[in-house]
């Protein structure tokens, strides 16, 4: 195996609170560890400063792009620990009021904002008392995003964007895909794993999915399972439940032998 083309990275799980600030050390402490661990890009799950029992909790603390503790801190920690660092979600200010963009944002070693992706798929889910819609709170973005990092074009998603698998094709050629996730207990438990392996698979590419695992403050239960994925779809390493790090090495050459193998990706016939 040719060392010089591995990569590691790194997911955090969390089990986010209503408080900003002990989120944002919390997050800290794992970006810290996950560096520790060699990792050179580090994902945090969704809504990873707040998850509340007030959804429009959000909307207080929504910030300008470029201003803000949520940014200041993404940047300093990536900065700190000379890491490519993905944030899972940050509430930025919308067209609306009341309503926040739901953003991931990425940024490079030196602490500088590399790309911004606002969630274009809001989720939406009822099943007796269990009631979601993202849509309340949340206004859409429309445009999908990657970047180019040393080790390859990496491209960006959050939570429900995972069942749209057009998305990702238009996103196009990648090494590494990123998900920031709060996947519920009742969808994770039934298709998470399924749908991550699946993108992996028809991408060709690696897939980083960082979720929020437990049970919250506000009683909310996320599924959890933050885990990394090769290019055929196989599990190299998870974490079921509770807050940690999930990391594992992207290896250059195995991707590469796997699409010269199987070249699927050169063998479409469909735009879409």
Known sequence: M???????????????????????????????????????????????????????????????????????????????????????????????????RNTCLAYGPDG????????????????????YDEARTIEAGSTPVAFEAPFGRVGLSICYDLRFPEFFRALGDMKLLVLGAAFTETTGRAHWELLLRARAVENQCYVLASAQGGVHPSGRRTFGDSMLIDPWGQVLNRLARGPGVVAGDLNEDYLVEIRQNLPALGHRRLSC
């Open 2 to 100: 040719n060392t010089s083309a591995m990569t590691r990275v790194a997911a955090v799980q969390m089990v986010s609170g209503p408080n900003v600030a002990d989120n944002l050390d919390e997050a800290g402490h794992w970006i810290a560890e996950a560096a520790r661990q060699g990792a050179k890009l580090v994902a945090l799950p969704e809504y990873f400063a707040l998850i509340s029992g007030d959804e429009a909790d959000k909307v207080a603390i929504r910030e300008t792009e470029g201003e803000g503790p949520i940014q200041r801190f993404m940047a300093e920690a990536a900065q700190r620990h000379g890491v490519w660092l993905v944030g899972g979600s940050v509430p930025l200010v919308a067209d609306r009021p009341d309503k926040v």
């Open 112 to 131: 500088r904002q590399v790309a911004r992706y606002d969630k274009i798929h809001l989720f939406a889910f009822t099943r007796g008392a269990e009631n």
